[in-house]
């Protein structure tokens, strides 16, 4: 999920962040972090659709970003197109990005890579998923400082929440340092 700017009116402070952001993934391992594995079956048919982020680990790229989601559309060619959208309150405006994610080896396994930047890939782990109707899901990235809670909704059920919190915790993320982000306005 890591971004790159794409709107009307340009923000160099967001670009660099984001810029920067990338290249550091870019050394980056695009496979999922030790210990952790993405789930299987998969299916990017389901997947496909609007996610909201419901949490976050702090990154410079989504700093201060509210309503935050991201809209996954595979293609022709067997990429997904990524869109991830979320409010700037500071600038009263909306951020998003657009890009492009790759399976990195079996498309029933829900491990892929993803680029808003040209060559720079990122892992992006599906760890955990509602299988059943593909209504949560959580990710993480190439470590465990990179970890995003989805859902289809804008609010989670505490069972789940709490469910999610303690697989997370068990892998080895510190979720004190979750951000729960808000999800108050409607799409501009």
């Not at 972090?33 to 990017?44: H, L």
């Not at 982020?53 to 509210?66: C, V």
């Not at 022709?76 to 309150?89: A, F, L, Q, W």
């Amino acid at each position: 999920m890591t971004r790159t700017l794409r709107r009307a009116a340009p923000s160099l402070s967001l670009a660099t962040l984001l810029i920067a952001a990338l290249l550091g993934l870019s050394a980056c391992s695009t496979t999922a972090p030790e210990g952790i594995a993405a789930v299987t079956p998969f299916d990017i048919e389901r997947y496909q659709g609007k996610w909201y982020e419901i949490a976050r680990l702090d990154h410079s790229f989504e700093r201060g970003l509210s309503d935050v989601s991201a809209s996954y559309r595979q293609q022709p060619d067997g990429s997904v197109e990524v869109i991830n959208r979320g409010y700037d309150s500071k600038r009263n405006d909306w951020r998003q990005a657009l890009g492009r994610a790759l399976f990195t080896g079996d498309t029933n396994r829900a491990s892929l890579k993803v680029s808003f930047f040209g060559p720079f890939y990122g892992g992006y782990h599906v760890m955990a998923l509602d299988q059943q109707n593909y209504q949560w899901a959580m990710v993480v990235g190439p470590d465990r400082d990179y970890l995003w809670i989805l859902a289809r909704e804008k609010r989670l059920p505490e069972a789940v929440r709490a469910h999610l919190l303690r697989e997370a915790g068990a892998a080895g993320i510190d979720t004190q340092k979750l951000i729960w982000v808000e999800q108050t306005r409607t799409d501009g």
